[in-house]
């Protein structure tokens, strides 16, 4: 056999081979078109689309298209769907990610900065991964507001009665409860039609959710008072992201923490521009009587560090970080 030969029939074995296949991976999330989940989850799969072609693929389907935030959450375990977005409903997942729905508790996202490298890669996450998931990154749900169709929002005690939908996540009943409304957990997809037919009178959200999903549409009041910041995570399954590859999970997940850049700004931009989209809108807006909220959040802080392992732990942390934000 004579050494050119060889060489042919070693380029026509390489050529015949089969090349790697693409891993295609499926990015879920209840975000609307608009909204700043989907810029956020499209945006990281631009990224990993450049960065690994040929390696990975990563395709985001919004507004519910996979699932739920309860499905979504579901099917990572089971490794139907590989990334979510996932936000309040975590606390149903781990008692420790009740901590951010503790009201007040979180000034800015400089602070939320802070909370993420001493506590949530720490204390939340371990326990995200305790329960078959992991925290790939932090992104943003925002800071939440209220709008209803019955009257300005200015103290605890004009919520009493309201029929108000909150997402999934014992804590933000209890506080809601608390203040004197009638709360009640919906999937974000059908709340549009809930407070269109008068089934809930009113819902909580950051502003872009409520103006990508439409609701000045069909609410007429727009309360302001920040009540709750909301992180969103990007979470996996962690038996399913295991078994992949070990440089493109690390690869991924690099991507994923640098993609919070953008997230945060994103974010700022859509406070500073929306609030204004929705006066024109028709919104009547007010600011509440912050203080009177505070007040009427006290024993909601009672109950979440007397019910969760280390939750006092958390919060004292929290807020002592607070500083200098």
Known sequence: MNAKWLLTAVLASALAAPALAETELKFGHVGEPGSLFEASANEFAKRVNAKMAGKVKVSAFGSSQLGKDEDLVKKLKLGTVDFALPSTVMSSVAPEFGLFEMPYLVKNRDHMKKIEKEIVWTWIGAAAEAKGYRILAVWENGFRHITNNRKPIVTPADLAGVKLRVPGGQWRVKMFKGYGANPSPMAFSEVFT????????????????????????????????????????????????????????????????????????????????????LKAAGMQVNEP??????????PIYEEFSKAVPRAKEMIDKALSLASGS
């Open 289 to 298: 009587n912050r203080a009177a909220f505070v007040e009427a959040s006290k």
């Open 194 to 277: 809930a407070l269109k037919t008068g089934v809930m009178d009113a819902q909580e959200n950051p502003l872009i959710q409520i103006y990508s999903a439409k609701f000045q549409e069909v609410q007429k009041y727009l309360s302001l008072p920040s009540h709750v910041y909301t992180p969103a995570y990007v979470v996996v399954g962690k038996e399913k992201w295991d078994a992949m590859d070990k440089a493109q999970r690390d690869q991924i997940e690099a991507i994923a923490k640098e993609t919070q850049a953008f997230v945060y700004e994103q974010a700022a931009k859509f406070d500073d521009e929306l609030l204004g989209k």
